[in-house]
């Protein structure tokens, strides 16, 4: 009777954090995360294991951040901007008993640049010196020229931004996750102000999601852009103009950071994660947006015997 009386007062609290952080383990982040609010102590074991997958994300394993940020006018000619991983600030510094709250208000910050033509960041090297030392990478700081007309307030640029894992070839990704697809204004004041502090100052070193000259893609500053802006001195003015008109202007806006959002980014790479599983031995063509499977049936028959070619041929006539 006692011991029938011990077993009915086992609760999940009599249970140690290893175990319980094992079964927390199995649920995806979306999942995950709500069970914080179940106590305190969950509270504290959820932000150990989103720590802990924080962590593995920001190593990025055979994964790449593409960047496409192009004027509407310009899609076809803009070419995708891969992104070199920099770090992401405070996640050291926070460590494993860091609460929810600072866990999202982390940053992982890239830098944008034009890799191999179309093959990215694998292959932007050259194959060696005489000496047989690899030759360092060249880097191709990348830039987007804007020029707003007379009268005109702003201007547009489109941008996506996606996390892909590339193979099983140069040049093809085998899953696609993206991260954000919006439009971003760029108005004339903004220009106007970087372009002063840029050319008064040298370039601010902040890592503040309040700096101004970072363009954020939402209200919830879930990816933002951090330029440098570049007057072009060389625009004529117009000879007619009324006093009050605005003359045309035209700035360089030179690409140094790219931002996301450290949670944003582990959804992404857990959804990449999860495509690969779906669509196994399918292949993204990029820009396509579509998912090719490789026919097993042709690939397991080097040899076909008469039955099988009916077959085939029946499934090409049909």
Known sequence: MLHVMARSQLSIDSLPNEIIIQVLSSFPTRSLLP???VCRRFHGLVGRVHFSRLVEASRLQ???VILECYHPSEKVSTPSLFCEYLGTNGLTEAGDEANLGELNNLYARFRPFLGDENYGPRSRSKAGTASGEPSKPIIQVPS?????????LFSQLCTVTNLVKVG???GLFSSIANVTDSVIRVWRD?????AT?????????SSSVDDPSILWTDSSKTVGLRFRVVEDQGVPTPILMERD???SVSYSLEYQELLIRANWLLLSFETSEAQQVLHAGAV????????????NTFLQCAIPTPRQLQSMATTFVM
């Open 284 to 295: 993204y063509f990029p820009g396509s947006g579509m998912i090719y499977h490789p026919c």
């Open 245 to 247: 008109d605005e003359s």
């Open 197 to 205: 502090n840029a050319a008064g100052t040298q370039q601010r070193a």
């Open 190 to 194: 903004w220009l106007h102000h970087e």
């Open 144 to 152: 987007h020229a804007i020029y707003l007309d007379s009268g005109e």
């Open 62 to 64: 055979d994964h790449e």
């Open 35 to 37: 069970l914080a609010v």
């Open 168 to 170: 099983p070839r140069r």
